[in-house]
């Protein structure tokens, strides 16, 4: 969940990274919805390509916090359906929906390029984050180590990736450490209230 509380500055012009590390075609998902994202540097055609930024984003000062992702991405289904097939479900949603790309024998080796929206400054709510404690107001937040799902989460300026990461929110509502718990447990979802710096 990454929802608008505040006008906002998106950048609709972006797209998320080819991936050929799940090939799965389940609905799996690829991003969450507020996680970091940073631009590849290497793209070809010099296309703007976000990927979720996690553990250490290679390429040193270029690979640095952009945005947050404003939908989720996930796989299409064209394990157990026809490619192009959407679920009743994703009509109307904000998800994106990766589809299959091909090699040259016409096997599925991945999912291409898929359009996104990024989020610049303005106020969210949002789940994605991590944290040991409190989440307070007027804290600021960095980027949590983690790869594949739990990469891009927000956590703790204190407790960020790396010492070149740069604050990438504020804290304007926060919730308690037992709510925090229950968030990062999955039990109960406990939105935060955060303003974006990038």
């Known amino acids: 969940m990454f929802i608008p509380r505040h006008p906002v500055v998106e950048n609709q012009f972006c797209q998320f990274a080819a991936q050929t590390s799940d090939a799965t075609g389940i609905g799996g998902v690829l991003a ?10 290497n793209a070809t055609n010099q296309d703007a390509i976000v990927k979720v930024y996690a ?24 394990s ?9 479900g994703d009509l109307g949603s904000s998800d994106a929906v990766a589809q ?7 096997t599925i080796n991945g999912t291409k390029e898929t359009p996104v929206g990024v989020a610049h400054l303005g106020i969210y ?13 007027g804290e600021q937040l960095g980027v949590a180590s983690g790869v594949g799902n739990a990469g891009g ?8 990736l790396t010492s070149i990461d740069t604050v990438v929110a504020r ?13 990062i ?14």
């Open 32 to 41: 969450y919805a507020g996680s970091v994202c940073y631009m590849d540097a």
């Open 55 to 78: 553990n250490a984003a290679p390429g040193g000062d270029m690979n640095v916090p952009f945005g947050f992702l404003l939908q989720k991405v996930k796989t299409g289904y064209h």
């Open 80 to 88: 157990v359906h026809p490619s192009g097939f959407m679920m009743p």
């Open 100 to 106: 299959p790309s091909y090699n040259a024998s016409g």
């Open 125 to 137: 709510d949002t789940v994605h984050y991590t944290s040991s404690g409190a989440m307070s107001p």
């Open 153 to 160: 989460k927000v956590t703790q300026y204190a407790s960020r």
């Open 171 to 183: 804290v304007v509502k926060g919730a308690s450490a037992a709510q925090v718990a229950a968030n």
């Open 185 to 198: 447990a999955n039990t109960t979802l406990f939105a935060i209230r955060i303003k974006l710096t990038l």
